[in-house]
């Protein structure tokens, strides 16, 4: 069955120093996948996404790696700062009766140490 | 920038009760979700609404549950006879497309079941 699953529960990083937060999926046939960051008490964010014609993907301080070969999708946050600190999903896509339907991963607490 | 709004943030009810969870989309957009979040674990996918029908819904989607878009903004989610397994944090979404991009959530409402 289709599933989305994250290795690490929580992470911690010293502020300034680069993240990598880790994402296995289970469908092969998957093409479209999102990070999204949680802040407590709000709902989801988008952060950045990847189409499976592409194996990497540049926004501003973050990366995105797909991997489809193992099923694996990276999220990078360089040189992080305290407002990185939140939990980080991701979700893939499949479209479903016409409209779009996202897995989510478990989650990474990610926590930036001063 | 333009974000999806949801009302009210928490609400509090006695098992039994219904609830009407309400959701403003982004104005534009044409396909709304539900999802939802019990403490502590993953988003969860509930149902996906499109042209004033259902399109999806998942197993969690039972009879107790229904949506509505009663006019050109308000997207709502009736939860008929609420259950203390009810309690969880609903999310509303909205998409302009029904191709694979990125949803757009709302900050949430917090329901407790008591």
């Known amino acids: 069955g289709e599933s989305v699953g994250l290795h690490l529960p929580t992470l911690s990083v010293q502020e300034g120093d680069n993240s990598i937060i880790n994402c296995a999926y289970s469908?092969?046939?998957?093409?479209?996948f999102i990070w999204y960051k949680q802040e407590s008490g709000k709902g989801p964010q988008f952060i950045i996404d990847i189409r499976s014609n592409m194996d990497k993907r540049q926004g501003q301080r973050v990366t995105v790696l797909l991997n489809k070969t193992v099923k694996h999708l990276s999220l990078q946050i360089a040189a992080t700062q305290p407002g990185d600190s939140a939990v980080y999903f991701c979700a893939e896509s499949a479209l479903i009766g016409g409209a779009q339907k996202l897995v989510f991963g478990q989650g990474t607490r990610l926590t930036i140490n001063p | 920038e333009p974000e999806v709004t949801q009302t009210p943030s928490h609400q509090v009810t006695q098992m039994g009760q219904e609830v009407i969870l309400r959701c403003v989309p982004i104005?534009?957009?044409?396909?709304f979700y539900w999802y939802r979040q019990i403490l502590g674990q993953k988003v969860e996918f509930l149902v996906s609404f499109y042209n004033n029908e259902i399109s999806e819904k998942s197993e969690i989607f039972d009879d107790q549950f229904s949506v509505e878009r009663p006019d050109g903004s308000n997207f709502t989610l009736k939860i008929r006879s609420t259950k203390l397994e009810d309690s969880a944090m609903y999310f509303c979404a909205s998409g302009n497309r029904a191709k694979k991009e990125k949803l757009f959530f709302g900050s949430g409402t917090q329901l407790s079941v008591l």
């Open positions: 469908n092969s046939a998957s093409d479209y």
């Open positions: 104005s534009n957009h044409l396909y």
